[in-house]
């Protein structure tokens, strides 16, 4: 069976695994109501956007404060609304 369409190759490293959600890259324990942060993506990064409001979700499951997410110019933000 022929594969020239995807050559074999040796000697390249594979890359580290990407944590998808890395709840703690986000300052969510620091903020006061009324604060936000900024999440700059890249066009038509709307799962950026989708992961955000995962987060949020998992953090309003173990923490009584509550955030919303919104598309904004280049990203997303995020604030603290309780």
Known sequence: MEFSDFPVETG?????????????????????????????????GIKTLHRLRALISYQHSRHPERFEARGVDGGVRVWRTE
């Not at 490293?13 to 986000?26: A, F, G, I, L, S």
């Not at 969510?28 to 009324?34: F, P």
């Open 12 to 44: 390249i490293p594979m890359p580290e695994e990407e944590q998808r959600y890395d709840r703690h890259k986000y300052p969510w324990r620091v903020m006061e109501v009324g604060n936000s942060f900024f999440v700059p993506i890249a066009p038509k």
